[in-house]
């Protein structure tokens, strides 16, 4: 398998633009997790799925996220309109269960909202 | 609720010494823990994990971390340390429910120094 697969891997945009991320997970995988890395909050879950259903949002910071996971194999999380405090990098991850397996992180978006 | 915590934001360590990243947990019932690592522009990988059993256990790239229920810690170590070890360290609980999400630490960053 190719592990999970993210992109862009780099996205620069100005701010008030709509910025989507997508993520391909593991096959077989249950749950898709999105976080959100910064230097100053560290590692931030936002939300959460099980066979593509929402379980928990409650990371998500307000109305402009939203994540979607259409299929089992594909998910997004847009932001719109994006915001300069927006810049971070997301990761997408992948696991078998929610809490007793370990998860699948892959490479990362890094987005920078100018 | 549950939570981890990792006491040192920096470790510093002489190549061949023995390396210990340190963390500690709280959680409800008997945890789930795991370490993962980050290299620079990566995502964070799967090292290890304890879920029940013997309280040393063995991961990947000669790893290891000990389990001690009456201390409730979980320290990462490794007999000897490489440069190629440093890297961003992130310690990781869940608890013993099936939908108990999984909590990460702030991150340890560790230095091997040549």
């Known amino acids: 398998d190719a592990g999970v697969i993210q992109s862009p891997r780099h996205e620069v945009t100005e701010m008030g633009q709509e910025v989507t991320l997508r993520c391909k997970p593991i096959?077989?995988?249950?749950?898709l997790f999105w976080y959100r890395q910064t230097m100053m909050r560290g590692l931030e879950l936002l939300i959460y799925?099980?066979?593509?259903?929402?379980?928990?949002d409650s990371g998500m910071p307000e109305d402009r996220f939203s994540a979607k996971m259409p299929n089992a194999s594909f998910s997004t999380l847009k932001i719109q309109p994006s915001e300069p405090r927006d810049s971070a990098v997301y990761f997408c991850?992948?696991?078998?269960?929610?809490?007793?397996?370990?998860?699948?992180f892959g490479p990362g978006t890094r987005l920078t909202v100018l | 609720a549950q939570s981890v915590a990792q006491p040192e934001d920096q470790v510093n360590v002489a190549e061949g010494n023995p390396l210990t990243v340190k963390c500690t947990y709280s959680?409800?019932?008997?945890?789930?823990l795991f370490w993962y690592v980050q290299y620079p522009n990566r995502g964070l990988q799967f090292l290890l994990k304890?879920?029940?059993?013997?309280?040393l256990v063995k991961g990947s790239y000669g790893f290891e971390a000990e389990f001690n229920k009456s201390q409730t810690s979980f320290h990462l170590k490794k007999p000897s340390a490489l440069v190629s070890d440093s890297a961003l360290y992130f310690c990781?609980?869940?608890?013993?429910?099936?939908?108990?999400?999984?909590?990460f630490g702030p991150g340890t960053s560790l230095s091997v120094i040549p």
């Open positions: 959680v409800s019932g008997n945890p789930y």
């Open positions: 991850a992948s696991s078998l269960t929610v809490g007793t397996s370990g998860q699948y």
């Open positions: 799925f099980n066979n593509n259903v929402p379980i928990d």
């Open positions: 990781a609980v869940s608890g013993e429910t099936s939908y108990d999400k999984v909590i």
């Open positions: 096959s077989g995988h249950d749950y």
């Open positions: 304890y879920i029940t059993g013997d309280n």
